[in-house]
């Protein structure tokens, strides 16, 4: 009698809990864009912006170098510090390290250590990369502003983190108010 019982409490768990499968659930929501690590091609001196989120500070000679975390690095002439100047941008994804030796910029796109000519500031050139220097960010307090809905979270082991799209996302787990 026992033994009975227990095979059907067995049996009615089992049926119960596969009948309890977790369908899948589609939204439209934003899922985040990435550039590959091994893009090099968007590197490039552009013309001066506004400042978004700033990072690390390099002074060399009456330079400054400003990062732009994730986005690259702000050139600014400072030889009239009570004016300084904003020359130029150098476009390079992922970045938030850097140091500067003599014309050679040292800077991360995330992943790898890129080495930079920037002897011609106007048109600076990739001259070698060390592969993986750094281990990808995992993001976790990473939303889209300005939006409220569903979104797929960010994770860099994809790729640089290069801004949202409008998407149908499948069972997704991050969510701003």
Known sequence: MRFTCLIFFVAFFAFFFMSCKKKDVEVMGLRPVFISYEDFSLIESQAPREFGELGKIVASGNFLFINEVRKGIHLIDNSYPADPRN???WRIPGNRELIIIDNILYADNGKHL???DIADFENIQLID??????????ITNFFP????????CVNEEHGI????????LKNPKCRTK
Do not use: M, R
């Not at 502003?145 to 797929?152: D, I, L, R, T, V």
């Open 114 to 116: 890129l080495l930079i």
């Open 161 to 168: 983190f290069n801004g949202w799209e409008e998407a149908l």
């Open 145 to 152: 502003a300005n939006y409220s809905g569903w979104f797929a």
């Open 87 to 89: 020359l130029l941008f």
């Open 129 to 138: 990369h060390l592969k993986d220097v750094y281990e990808p960010e995992t």
